[in-house]
T-cell receptor, first 115, second 110 residues
Framework: DAGVIQSPRHEVTEMGQEVTLRCKPI?????LFWYRQTMMRGLELLIY????????DSGMPEDRFSAKMPNASFSTLKIQPSEPRDSAVYFC?????????????FGNGTRLTVT | EDQVTQSPEALRLQEGESSSLNCSYT??????LFWYRQDPGKGPEFLFT???AGEEKEKERLKATLTKKESFLHITAPKPEDSATYLC???????????FGKGITLSVRP
């Protein structure tokens, strides 16, 4: 089991550019979560999917953010256009059965820097 | 809205000096309270899940306990390799998401 795989590990971009973050969840996990971590706000949930369907996107900060899960093994988080305040570490996590309190398994994150 | 507060923000211990980390929570319908460990440059790593008040779980030098309002992570005779950020999170109500506290950064000096 390779765990949750995220790419890239680091992304540096200029304000206004489009950024796409990628995630491969653990095989067999039905739930996928995107979190953002900053020093000021800690870990914040952006959106989560169940069986590839978005369930709760109330944490997505603005229309500039979008997330897709075209199949059970791949998800993307896109920011267009990016702004300096989007700089953070973005984590993807997956879980087999989130509704009964199962733990989330996290990837190692993508550190995004927007200049 | 679910709230999770961790204290202290940072803790420095001498090797062998036992202590406790606190996680206070306010939720409606707790389904589970989770402890994670996070090392620099890595994602959070799952440690424990507690489901009901009075429950305890142990792993090596760590023991987690739960009451109706808070959870403690007790660290007995810590070693430098226990240095990390410890995160607490809750799952509650009909939601499948975890709400996290900001974490406690533990530093253990040899």
């Amino acid at each position: 089991d390779a765990g949750v795989i995220q790419s890239p590990r680091h992304e540096v971009t200029e304000m206004g550019q489009e950024v796409t973050l990628r995630c491969k969840p653990i095989s067999g996990h039905d739930y996928l979560f995107w979190y953002r971590q900053t020093m000021m706000r800690g870990l914040e949930l952006l959106i989560y999917f169940n069986n590839n369907v978005p369930i709760d996107d109330s944490g997505m900060p603005e229309d500039r953010f979008s997330a897709k899960m075209p199949n059970a093994s791949f998800s993307t988080l896109k920011i267009q256009p990016s702004e300096p305040r989007d700089s953070a570490v973005y984590f993807c996590a997956s879980s087999p059965r989130a509704r009964d309190g199962s733990p989330l398994h996290f990837g190692n994150g993508t550190r995004l820097t927007v200049t | 809205e679910d709230q999770v507060t961790q204290s202290p923000e940072a803790l420095r211990l001498q090797e062998g000096e036992s202590s406790s980390l606190n996680c206070s929570y306010t939720v409606s319908g707790l389904r589970g309270l989770f402890w994670y460990r996070q090392d620099p440059g890595k994602g959070p790593e799952f440690l424990f899940t507690l489901y009901s008040a009075g429950e305890e779980k142990e792993k090596e030098r760590l023991k987690a306990t739960l009451t109706k309002k808070e959870s403690f992570l007790h660290i007995t005779a810590p070693k430098p390799e226990d240095s990390a950020t410890y995160l607490c999170a809750v799952s509650a109500g009909a939601n499948s998401k975890l709400t996290f506290g900001k974490g406690i950064t533990l530093s253990v000096r040899p």
